[in-house]
């Protein structure tokens, strides 16, 4: 089974907006479409948050327009520049969706809400904890991926660092007690970042429209690096395979 995440589209009422030279509209759609094309075998897309700049319903409309395209079941999750309302009502679309978890296979895909109110910074919720705790309990025969919008462990990147899941120890605690949790991906970062913790792969998904130079200490544009997206597969007996592409 193939999941392809996109993240951090960055899309405005204003379909010309650029953010750093970069139109996040027109980024977004490049990605979108040549998804549609290329993997027509995904199980899901998985849009990991930040996918407004403003808020408005307007630019969820803009999301609804480029994923229009695309034929399979979606999942959005907030970001910090993101307006939980209006992703609640995109989810009222049949193929859009925005619950806590879905499972496929003997696959639980678990997507936290890691938005803070009033806060750049990343939070877990206890309540999402809590339910995830149990879902770990009652599902020991299955495997489990987190996708989160805040990144749960440093970078190295000072500015970045600072807005890090505050208690994100609670998470990988329980990353070093579930042998069966395998995966662990986020955006929020606009790089790639990758380690590996107990039988976790953890790492992030780069943006669909600017990018960042990792391990700078304040958040610096990387020209040289090209938008992308990321395919994960998951395979029955609880291996992650995943890769990072980029547009040229
Ligand atoms: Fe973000």
Same mark, same amino acid.
């Given at each position: 089974?193939?999941?392809?995440?996109?993240?951090?589209?960055?899309?405005?009422?204003?379909?010309? &907006?650029?953010? #750093?030279?970069?139109?996040?509209?027109?980024?977004?759609? $490049?990605?979108?479409?040549?998804?549609?094309?290329?993997?027509?075998?995904?199980?899901?897309?998985?849009?990991?948050?930040?996918?407004?700049?403003?808020?408005?319903?307007?630019? &969820?409309?803009?999301?609804?327009?480029?994923?229009? +395209?695309?034929?399979?079941?979606? %999942?959005?999750?907030?970001?910090?520049?993101?307006?939980?309302?209006?992703?609640?009502?995109?989810?009222?679309?049949?193929?859009?969706?925005?619950?806590? %978890?879905?499972?496929?296979?003997?696959?639980?895909?678990? $997507?936290?809400?890691?938005?803070?109110?009033?806060?750049?910074?990343?939070?877990?919720?206890?309540?999402?904890?809590?339910?995830?705790?149990?879902?770990?309990?009652?599902?020991?025969?299955?495997?489990?991926?987190?996708?989160?919008?805040?990144?749960?462990?440093?970078?190295?990147?000072?500015?970045?660092?600072?807005?890090?899941?505050?208690?994100?120890?609670?998470?990988?605690?329980?990353?070093?007690? %579930?042998?069966?949790?395998?995966?662990?991906?986020?955006?929020?970062?606009?790089?790639?970042?990758?380690? +590996?913790?107990?039988?976790?792969?953890?790492?992030?998904?780069?943006?669909?429209? &600017? +990018? @960042?130079?990792?391990?700078?200490?304040? #958040?610096?544009?990387?020209?040289?690096?090209?938008?992308? &997206?990321?395919?994960?597969?998951?395979?029955? @007996?609880?291996?992650?395979?995943?890769?990072?592409?980029?547009?040229?």
């Amino acid at each position: 089974m193939k999941i392809i995440q996109i993240t951090d589209l960055h899309l405005r009422s204003d379909k010309n &907006y650029n953010a #750093f030279e970069i139109n996040t509209f027109q980024s977004a759609e $490049m990605i979108i479409s040549h998804i549609s094309k290329q993997h027509r075998d995904i199980g899901a897309l998985v849009i990991s948050g930040d996918i407004s700049d403003d808020e408005t319903s307007e630019s &969820y409309s803009n999301l609804m327009e480029i994923t229009d +395209q695309i034929n399979t079941e979606i %999942y959005l999750m907030p970001g910090n520049h993101d307006s939980i309302e209006e992703i609640e009502k995109c989810a009222s679309n049949n193929r859009v969706n925005s619950e806590l %978890y879905f499972m496929r296979d003997n696959w639980v895909f678990f $997507m936290f809400n890691t938005k803070k109110n009033n806060s750049p910074n990343g939070l877990l919720k206890q309540h999402e904890i809590d339910i995830f705790i149990n879902m770990l309990r009652e599902n020991s025969d299955k495997f489990f991926m987190i996708f989160l919008h805040h990144h749960p462990v440093k970078i190295g990147s000072p500015t970045m660092d600072k807005m890090i899941i505050e208690n994100a120890n609670i998470l990988l605690e329980l990353i070093e007690q %579930y042998k069966s949790i395998r995966g662990v991906s986020w955006g929020h970062i606009h790089n790639v970042f990758e380690t +590996q913790l107990n039988n976790a792969k953890l790492f992030s998904t780069p943006s669909t429209c &600017y +990018q @960042s130079k990792p391990k700078s200490k304040s #958040f610096v544009i990387d020209e040289k690096e090209k938008p992308g &997206y990321r395919i994960i597969h998951f395979s029955s @007996s609880g291996e992650l395979k995943t890769e990072v592409r980029r547009m040229c």
